[in-house]
């Protein structure tokens, strides 16, 4: 399976705009305001592609009122119309060639890869009825995700594929259909999930073929958010506080009282919502130094993948109208500050 154009990404190494600060990212090429309401975000490696999805009309001519996924190359400006009708904000592999997202095909859903250099999307191979929640290895090759089965579904397991080879990998069956959303590392060996009616997080090992007792533990309930693109830490929720999980030693470092939201690609930095809601939105921590970098002062959220390599970029959304001058289109937009 190719997608229509395919070729590789730019270099990694490419330069790119790196001053410190707050950019609008759903906005023209131009500079022009988006016209709908814009959300998601999720960012690449080394900081210079961004996805998000939006519903404005502006950018797009024709189009209708209905959401759309977004590529953004920092370097050059350019904003490419990727993909249609995402349910919930789209993915991004870590080179950045690669966005993917889930749509409603009919009564089912499906899972659709989205690409920079064709500039479209195309539908995976998908056995059941519905496959959902994907997330994307570095380079975009595997694609791990939810698939339930049964109508309506009763149980769900959750797959790999490898869209090249065309070959699947199911790691786990469930005879329920709680969350269980699935992350990847960068190559595709780990893949972190839970057990959303047990409550429990796990870690498959592909060159092993194993998979981890819950690596929380026997006594807490626990809820993924993301495993580094480097595979060497999950970080899960617990009660009111947030784990960042040591793959390879087994242990788990405690950032109490937080939610956490996404952790970059070296596992060093975590982006988290304090639970105290007088303060900032959303903070950076680097978990080596123990030291907080505020990213946003205003109401904000993101998602996963929402962190460049070593905590340089961070991808946010907003309704606010004073974090960047000219935001006059009353309408949630994407951010992305820069820290470096």
Known sequence: MALPGAASAEPAGAARD??????????????????????????????RRIVFASS????????????????????????????????????LSGDGEYAAYWVLLFRDTKVKLAQWTAGSSIGLNCDALNCSQPSLSGDGRYVANVATIGRPSSSQRIDVWDWHAGTKQELAWFDHTAPSRPSISGDGRFVAYQDGKAKDVFVWDGDHGSISDPIEGPSKEATIVQISEDGSKVVYLSGSDTYVHDVSAGTAQRVPNVKGLAIDPTGNHLLYAPNDTTGPSL???????????????QPASAGVDAVSADGRDVVFQSTAD???PGDTNGKSDVFVRRFS
């Open 18 to 47: 790196s001053a410190a600060g707050v950019a609008r990212i759903s906005v023209a090429a131009d500079g022009s305001q988006f016209d709908g309401d814009s959300t998601g975000g999720a960012i690449t490696t080394d900081g």
């Open 56 to 91: 404005s009309k502006n950018f797009t001519p024709g189009a209708a009122s209905s959401e759309r996924v977004y590529l953004r190359d920092e370097p050059s400006g350019q904003l490419k119309q990727v993909g249609s009708y995402p349910i919930t904000s789209p993915v």
């Open 283 to 297: 903070v950076l921590r680097d978990l080596r130094a123990g030291t907080d970098e505020v990213v946003s002062d």
């Open 322 to 324: 004073d974090i960047v």
